[in-house]
């Protein structure tokens, strides 16, 4: 049984679809004004080959058309540790679905007729860069942050914050600091090593290294991805994951050398991405989910006028609740940070199939 009441005839049809064999899903993301990087299948097959999650692409059709007017991407994730339920999607910021809100139970519907022993399914919306920001769903502990593209990018860079922004990006260039694209695994390695690095300074395992190698080898040859690099004297110092999309561009992953901040690695990388988006005519730049708990961190990304947004999360039942796994958190981010990298990574791998 369902948590849903029966609804009345509808004039619409939602159908599981296979993107591997039925172009339409794709063509519909990429030309939807809301279509993200996130709605495209390419993404959904690197969360499914890094964690074995079971995707569930729903696409509605209206009676008597094969023509979609509307899709919600899903994945299906069972866990011995944390459950098994529906969500869209796993490691995912936001996914806000592409349909209107009247639609959505219904689809819900499907997925439980689909996964019958889920917990609950769990949607991620975004509130609306156009400001008609809907309702649905609880406001989540995170925002994102997200600049406006529109207009000329000189007035853009004169707008961001003078200090932090602007006179860091000058010293960038003038310390010798070059921006480049990353093409190779090799490329791909030294990221990597890179995000660890980090990742254990905050006390948190990295994600298997598997994720970043399927983004690269599936979302780059599809032109989804961009790989930035920030080098000093030919080593490279920062770099990050950039998912791109006709409308908006996500920085999804980045990191840089810690000892090296004082040459502002982490300024050039954010305003080369953002003029790249930009000449490309792009009309938004993500810089991503932070807590509302890391002010520095906002702070960091409100003096680049990215305006806020709320992340709201959806739940069916609306009772439901996401695993937590927060006890003693405090203690193992201690603990982690004193871990070898070696053995940090293998808790990543271990862990995080279980988080999505």
């Not at 519909?28 to 890094?50: D, F, K, M, N, R």
């Not at 011995?80 to 490691?91: A, Q, Y």
């Not at 090799?186 to 190698?213: A, D, M, T």
């Not at 708990?293 to 999360?313: G, P, T, Y």
Request: net charge positive; aromatic share 12%; proline share 6%.
């Amino acid at each position: 049984m369902t948590p849903f009441q029966n609804n009345k005839k509808i004039d619409y049809t939602w159908a599981e679809l296979d993107p591997r064999n039925d172009p339409r899903w794709d063509e519909y993301v990429l030309g939807h004004p809301e279509g993200t990087a996130y709605h495209h299948s390419a993404w959904a097959q690197v969360l499914s080959e890094t964690y074995g999650y079971t995707p569930l692409f729903l696409g509605m059709t209206l009676s008597g058309t094969s023509q979609l007017a509307g899709i919600i991407p899903l994945m299906f994730v069972n866990s011995p540790l944390t459950g098994k339920r529906v969500v869209s999607l796993p490691f995912t910021a936001y996914c806000t679905p592409l349909v209107a809100e009247e639609y959505i139970e219904e689809a819900v519907r499907f997925a439980y007729n689909r996964f019958p022993k889920v917990s609950y399914v769990e949607l991620k919306f975004l509130e609306s860069t156009k400001g008609d920001e809907g309702q649905l769903g609880v406001a989540s502990s995170y925002v994102d942050h997200i600049i406006s593209l529109k207009g000329d990018i000189d007035e853009l860079f004169r707008s961001f914050h003078y200090s932090c922004v602007r006179k860091r990006v000058r010293h960038a260039n003038k310390k010798g600091l070059t921006f480049s694209l990353g093409e190779s695994e090799s490329h791909l390695r030294q990221i990597y090593k890179l995000i660890v690095k980090v990742r254990r300074s905050h006390g948190l395992p990295p994600q298997p290294y598997e994720l970043y190698y399927n983004i690269y080898r599936i979302l780059l040859p599809l032109n989804l991805l961009i790989m930035p690099l920030v080098e000093f004297n030919g080593n490279i110092i920062a770099g990050g994951f950039v998912l791109k999309s006709k409308h908006i561009w996500h920085l999804e992953y980045s990191a840089s050398d810690h000892r090296l901040l004082d040459l502002a690695p982490n300024p050039m990388l954010f305003w080369e991405c953002i003029k790249m988006a930009h000449q490309a005519g792009a009309n938004y730049f993500d810089l991503g989910r932070t807590s509302i708990w890391n002010n520095s961190l906002l702070e960091f990304k409100d003096r680049w006028q990215a305006k806020r947004h709320v992340i709201r999360n959806l739940y069916f039942p609306q009772n439901a609740k996401a695993p937590a796994m927060k006890k003693n958190r405090e203690i193992l981010l201690s603990m982690n940070k004193r871990l070898p990298a070696t053995l940090l990574k293998w808790i990543g791998r271990v862990l995080y199939p279980h988080m999505g």
